[in-house]
Structure formats: structure tokens, C-alpha cells
């Protein structure tokens, strides 16, 4: 080597290759890297072993991070390619995501799957069974029960939760529950969720064999259900009763035909909630009852309310400003309307809620605004009205994304007479909201506002 010549260890920091830069990473200690590398895609974490021989050994001991829904183009090959990843990989396991719907594998099949030693102390488990309308749910597996003291995060469908294998669960450490299509009795219901006393969030989705679930958690901070009925001959889920939830802060009801029955016993941080217009579903506060988005007796307020999404079938403003009353510190709107109705006419109306400046709303989203009388009046009593308004989204079609369409309807809103002065008014073509067929996995509930894009 010349004298005053790089090291060969400085070669390689440096790099000899056209981007140049320094290899910092490959300098971590195998454990960093296998985090690392645990937090990429399936394919995208086997393919690091071809970076260097110093990632070569990596991936196989990395806390494994399996998904099955996007390993193969072919779902016959999925079977096999799961099988030789968990044969080959020495573990532990960090998360495995076994979807439904496919037929190529069974329940034996999964069952031996969740028996090998590489997903040892899973923390993530996504376990759906592969079913067909026929056949009756197969049952959890009962090496699930291996994983209780070590999973955080559990999504179980297509299945059947037999009352033997809920009573021998006990799940210290999970904190988001998803229940998809699984079948399962009232009294093991409640024993799963008193057996998880970190549980924060919850997601039922088109389950059965129960009729009324209670809700006594003090760890619990969101719930979304859905309780669309679609087996024919099962207990159907109509009654859901939050007893006792001090952390509560979302309420989500997401189906769009059910009549579930929903009360509120306790639940003071209870912020965010989710209604639609289905006359046969029903909400309470204490005496306050709430049918359709319907107010009948309104004997109680709920000040902790600031986040509200209502699906109406028809735009109405009166049924809107009931619940502002119902809501009086309501801060964000979340509107869908299917069809127009009224005029929506207020002048002269609402002057109490006018008058004291009960109007809190700082956000409106507005899905579905092409430009009806309806709909500009509904809109126009909160531009001229709302004090503290600081957002307003409004959802248009593409064919009216142009200057006319959009200099006519600023004008009838009449915005450059806003009461807010500092309130910013968007059209949009793009996606404005979350609509509730778009909460689908327990980690949106996680979010701070599950409806915002």
C-alpha cells in the first residue's frame, strides 16, 4: 500500500460503488438489523440477504414478519411457500397474517403453521380460516392458546370460538382485538374481553351467536362495530351496552341496515362517535335517546362529544342542529346524504343556538356537494353562523372541478360574508373522509380522528 493510501476499512466505509457514501448501517449489531428488517414486507425482508454477506444470515434469524396474502401471484403456491419460510426460518415470530377466502389450505394445514417454532412469542396474529357458505366454521385451533401471554395485536375470523378453548384464554398483553365473522357465545364473549385487561381497542365485524354484549373495561378506548346479520338460524347481535368505560373515547357504530341498540352508562371521555339514519337503530345517553339520528327526550347532554359522522338518507338541517344541541361542545362534522329533501330554509329558525353562540363547530366535511338548494342552504347557515369555524371540505364531481362551477357555488355560499373571517373553504374531487366501510382493521380505531383522511 502507498503511503498516505486509503485502508482497505476505509475502502469500504467510503464504498467503491457509483453512489459512494458510507455503509453505516451494515455497521449495527444484529439485532438492530433484524428489527429493521422485521419491519419490511415479507418479500422485501428475504430479499435483503442478497445485499451483502454480512445481511446473508440476517433474515432468517430476524423476528419473523409474515404475511400469506402477498408472498405468491398463485394461491395454490401459498401453501407450500408458507411452509418452507417457517421450516427454514429460526424465529422468534413478530407477526403472521393468515388471510381468508382462499381454499388452497385447510385448517390442518394452519394448525400446523401456528405449531412451528418460528413464530415463537408472536406478537401479531391475523388468523382467518379458509370457508365456503356450506360448510360450518371450523373451530380456533387450539395452539392460538400458545400465544396469550405474548400477542398485543389479534385478528380471528371465519371461525367458531368453542366455550372450552375462550375459558383457558387469558391475554395480558393484547391491545387490539378484532373479531371477524366468528361465532361465539355471549358468556365467552364477555370472558375474552375480561381476560384482556390492556385491551384499548375493539372491532366486531358481522359476528354471531350472541345477542347483547356489555362493555366493563377500564383500559378500553375505542369500540367500532358491525353488526349486519348474515346467517341464517344464529343468535344475531342486536344490543351493546357500554356499562363502565372511564377511558372510552370512540364510539363507532359502522353498518349501514342494522338495528343494533346502543347505551352509554358510563363513559366520560367518550369524544368520538358514529351514527347513521336506520330508523330501528337507537342510541342513548342516560333518558336521551337518539332513534335514527332522531332525538326523543332530550333530558341529558353529552358535552364530552366533539367528533361526530352521520350517514343521513336525507340532508336535514334541523336533524343536525338537534344533535348539536344534544352535543353542545360538537367540534367536527362528518356529513354523507344520499338523497336531497327540504329546502333545509333557517332564516328565523335556531335563533336560540344562534343568539348564545353554541355553534363550537372549528371543521365541516361535506361528502357529496353538487350544488342543490338543499345543500347550499344547509351549508350556508354554518358560513354565516359558525364563529369558530376554521375548515370547510366540500366533495365534488370531477366534471365540476372548473372555475365557473366553483366561482358560482362561492357565491351562493356565500363565503366572502363568513362569520369565521380565518375559516379556509376547500372543493375537492379527491377522497375527503373515511367513510365507515373504510375502517376495516382494528388499527384504525387506533387513530386520533379514524375519519380524517
Same mark, same amino acid.
Request: charged fraction near 20%.
Given at each position: 500500500m502507498e503511503a498516505g493510501g486509503p485502508s482497505s476499512e476505509t475502502r469500504r466505509r467510503v464504498g467503491e460503488d457509483e453512489g459512494g457514501g458510507a455503509d453505516r448501517i451494515s455497521d449495527l449489531p444484529d439485532a438492530v438489523l433484524g428489527d429493521i428488517i422485521s419491519l419490511l414486507p415479507t418479500k422485501e425482508g428475504a430479499r435483503t440477504r442478497i445485499l451483502a454477506s454480512r445481511w446473508r444470515h440476517l433474515w432468517r434469524s430476524a423476528p419473523l414478519n409474515l404475511d400469506c396474502s402477498n408472498l405468491t401471484a398463485s394461491w395454490g403456491e401459498v401453501a407450500g411457500v408458507v411452509s418452507r419460510i417457517l421450516t427454514s426460518h429460526q424465529g422468534p415470530g413478530r407477526c403472521f397474517r393468515i388471510p381468508g377466502g382462499s381454499k388452497c389450505y385447510g385448517s390442518a394445514t394452519v394448525d400446523s403453521w401456528l405449531q412451528s417454532p418460528a413464530v415463537d412469542n408472536l406478537q401479531e396474529l391475523c388468523l382467518s380460516y379458509p370457508t365456503d357458505n356450506q360448510s360450518p366454521l371450523p373451530p380456533l385451533s387450539e395452539s392460538f392458546l400458545r400465544f396469550s401471554t405474548t400477542l398485543r395485536?389479534?385478528?380471528?375470523?371465519?371461525?367458531?370460538?368453542?366455550?372450552?378453548?375462550?375459558?383457558?384464554?387469558?391475554? /395480558?398483553?393484547?391491545?387490539?382485538?378484532?373479531?371477524?365473522?366468528?361465532?361465539?357465545?355471549?358468556?365467552?364473549?364477555?370472558?375474552?374481553?375480561?381476560?384482556? /385487561?390492556?385491551?384499548?381497542?375493539?372491532?366486531?365485524?358481522?359476528?354471531?351467536?350472541?345477542?347483547?354484549? &356489555?362493555?366493563?373495561?377500564?383500559?378500553?378506548?375505542?369500540?367500532?362495530?358491525?353488526?349486519?346479520?348474515?346467517?341464517?338460524?344464529?343468535?344475531?347481535?342486536?344490543?351493546?351496552?357500554?356499562?363502565?368505560?372511564?377511558?372510552?373515547?370512540?364510539?363507532?357504530?359502522?353498518?349501514?341496515?342494522?338495528?343494533?341498540?346502543?347505551?352509554?352508562?358510563?363513559?366520560?371521555?367518550?369524544?368520538?362517535?358514529?351514527?347513521?339514519?336506520?330508523?330501528?337503530?337507537?342510541?342513548?345517553?342516560?333518558?336521551?335517546?337518539?332513534?335514527?339520528?332522531?332525538?326523543?327526550?332530550?333530558?341529558?347532554?353529552? &358535552?364530552?362529544?366533539?367528533?361526530?359522522?352521520?350517514?343521513?338518507?336525507?340532508?336535514?338541517?334541523?336533524?343536525?342542529?338537534?344533535?348539536?344541541?344534544?352535543?353542545?361542545?360538537?367540534?367536527?362534522?362528518?356529513?354523507?346524504?344520499?338523497?336531497?329533501?327540504?329546502?333545509?330554509?333557517?332564516?328565523g329558525k335556531h335563533k336560540n343556538l344562534i343568539r348564545c353562540h353554541d355553534i363550537r363547530l372549528k371543521k365541516i366535511v361535506f361528502k357529496t356537494y353538487c350544488g342543490i338548494k338543499s345543500q347550499v342552504s344547509f351549508l350556508t347557515f354554518f358560513v354565516l353562523n359558525a364563529r369558530v369555524l376554521e375548515s370547510m371540505i366540500l366533495r365534488i364531481e370531477a366534471k365540476n372541478y372548473n372555475k365557473e362551477f366553483l366561482a358560482k357555488h362561492r357565491r351562493k355560499l356565500q363565503i366572502e360574508n363568513r362569520v369565521s373571517r380565518g375559516a379556509q373553504f376547500q372543493f375537492t374531487t379527491d377522497i375527503c373522509a373515511r367513510n365507515a366501510w373504510d375502517i376495516k382493521d382494528v388499527h384504525d380505531l387506533d387513530l386520533a380522528d379514524p375519519f380524517a383522511c
Open positions: 395485536v389479534a385478528t380471528i375470523g371465519h371461525c367458531h370460538l368453542r366455550d372450552s378453548t375462550v375459558q383457558g384464554l387469558q391475554l /395480558p398483553q393484547l391491545k387490539l382485538l378484532t373479531l371477524e365473522l366468528v361465532s361465539i357465545s355471549e358468556c365467552s364473549l364477555q370472558h375474552l374481553i375480561a381476560e384482556c /385487561p390492556a385491551l384499548e381497542c375493539l372491532l366486531i365485524n358481522h359476528s354471531f351467536g350472541f345477542s347483547r354484549l &356489555r362493555i366493563n373495561s377500564v383500559s378500553i378506548r375505542s369500540v367500532g362495530v358491525r353488526a349486519e346479520y348474515y346467517v341464517k338460524d344464529e343468535l344475531k347481535f342486536g344490543e351493546l351496552i357500554i356499562e363502565n368505560a372511564p377511558c372510552l373515547e370512540k364510539l363507532l357504530h359502522l353498518d349501514l341496515i342494522s338495528d343494533l341498540h346502543v347505551s352509554v352508562i358510563f363513559a366520560p371521555k367518550l369524544e368520538t362517535l358514529r351514527c347513521h339514519s336506520v330508523a330501528s337503530t337507537k342510541i342513548s345517553f342516560g333518558s336521551t335517546v337518539i332513534q335514527g339520528l332522531l332525538i326523543f327526550r332530550l333530558t341529558t347532554v353529552v &358535552r364530552s362529544i366533539k367528533i361526530l359522522s352521520v350517514d343521513m338518507c336525507i340532508l336535514n338541517l334541523d336533524t343536525i342542529i338537534d344533535l348539536m344541541r344534544c352535543f353542545p361542545c360538537l367540534e367536527k362534522l362528518y356529513i354523507q346524504s344520499y338523497k336531497s329533501g327540504p329546502n333545509n330554509f333557517w332564516i
